[in-house]
Every structure is written in C-alpha cells, then in structure tokens.
C-alpha cells in the first residue's frame, strides 16, 4: 500500500526563524512529489519535484527531493506569521494511477510574532 | 481567490434532499478532480475525470454522481446523503495526468 508519511505534524516557531518539513514516502511507480499549503480553503500548490538532487525554490520557500532515500524537505526560511498553515506533501504514481494524488497527514505550522 | 470556481461555497442540506455541487475550470485542462476532506485530515480522492471521461472512481456511495457536461465544467450531484458525508468538498484540475493539480476553494458541505 502507498504510503506518504511527514513529520513532524505540528511545529509552532517564532516569526524569522527557520523551518525544515519533512516527507518520506513509498510508492510504486512514483513519478513526482508535490508540495501543497492550505490555509482554510484550497491547498495551494508551491512545489513539485521529479528529480533527485534539485532545489526548487520561490522566495523564502525550497524544497529537495532525494530518490535514494525515499524523502524530500521543505524549508522556510525568516518565516512571517502568513506562512502559518497546514503544509501538504503528496506524491503522484506514473502509469495507470497517475490521476492520484497520495496524500501524507500535513504538517501544520504555527507562527507565533 | 483561485482559478479553479467551485459553488456553492457553503451548502446545509436534509438527508432527504437532492443538491449539486459545481466546479468552473478555464485553464484549458483536461484533468478534473473531486476529493473529500474531512477535518484535520488530507483530501481523499473520489472521482476523476480525464478528456470529460470518468477513469477513476475509488468506490465511492452511488449517492453520490459525479457529471462532466464540458471540458471546463465538473458537477457532483448528491442525492440521500448522511451525516457522515459532512465534509470538505474540493475540485482540482491538472493539465492532464501527472501534472500539478489546482484546487478550489471547496464547498463545506453540512448534512443535518
């Protein structure tokens, strides 16, 4: 069975710091990895991630992906109270399941001025 | 605000009831997305839809039917529902599959 598992699942840290989620995973057939943030309606997309090694980056936001170990990280850097959220990590299978989106539980974020 | 237009934003509705959910799409893509989320859990998939055809349904209630009338439209009919079914319930495109998906802003659904 697919499995996408982020940790930790609630992290709460004070405006400017830096922040390091995780997403480990493992699926057949994996294709891409997908990073989302969602407020209080739609997940937003930020990232997604289809080779080993690198970096996507948008302002303050990165993220890696590394194949070997099966895990990516999303990092936050001089995080703002905006960035308080649940942040989702999902992956997307190549060949017939590639309308599915698995989804990991969410980190959820809390930053406090 | 998002691209992806779902509506309505937020719907209560008796179990004897028939209501629809609707999701506008004009990005030209050919993907389209149903998913249920419940609080303080990831979306799960319900239905998807890929060139207007249903190719995925993962073993969801008949109560509730999913409808793809255009390339840009997505609707969910929901007919005898119960209260389990209070949820989340968002819309996402992709170009196609494997590509990123967008969501809407979801109808919160109440079923009394």
């Known amino acids: 069975e697919d499995k996408v598992v982020q940790s930790p699942l609630s992290l709460v840290v004070h405006e400017g710091d830096t922040v390091t989620l995780n997403c480990s995973y493992e699926v057949t057939n994996f294709r891409s990895l997908l990073w989302y943030k969602q407020e209080k309606k739609a997940p937003t997309f930020l990232f997604m991630l289809?080779?080993?090694?690198i970096e996507k980056k948008s302002g303050r936001l990165s993220s890696i992906l590394d194949k070997k170990e099966l895990s990516s990280i999303l990092n936050i850097t001089a995080t703002q109270t905006g960035d308080s959220a649940i942040y989702l990590c999902a992956v997307d299978r190549s060949g017939a399941g590639s309308y599915q989106l698995t989804f990991g539980k969410g980190t959820k974020l809390s930053v406090i001025p | 605000d998002t691209e992806v237009t779902q509506t309505p934003k937020h719907l209560v509705m008796g179990m004897t009831n028939k209501k629809s959910l609707k999701c506008e799409q004009h990005m030209g893509h050919r993907a389209m997305y149903w998913y249920k989320q419940k609080a303080k859990k990831p979306p799960e998939l319900m239905f998807v839809?890929?060139?207007?055809?249903?190719?995925i349904n993962e073993s969801v209630p008949s109560r509730f039917s999913p409808e793809c009338p255009n390339s840009s439209l997505l609707n969910l009919h929901l007919h005898a529902l119960q209260p389990e079914d209070s949820a989340l319930y968002l819309c996402a495109s992709s170009q196609r599959g494997g590509q990123p998906q967008h969501f809407g802003d979801g109808t919160r659904l109440s079923i009394l």
């Open positions: 289809t080779s080993s090694g």
């Open positions: 839809y890929s060139y207007e055809k249903l190719s």
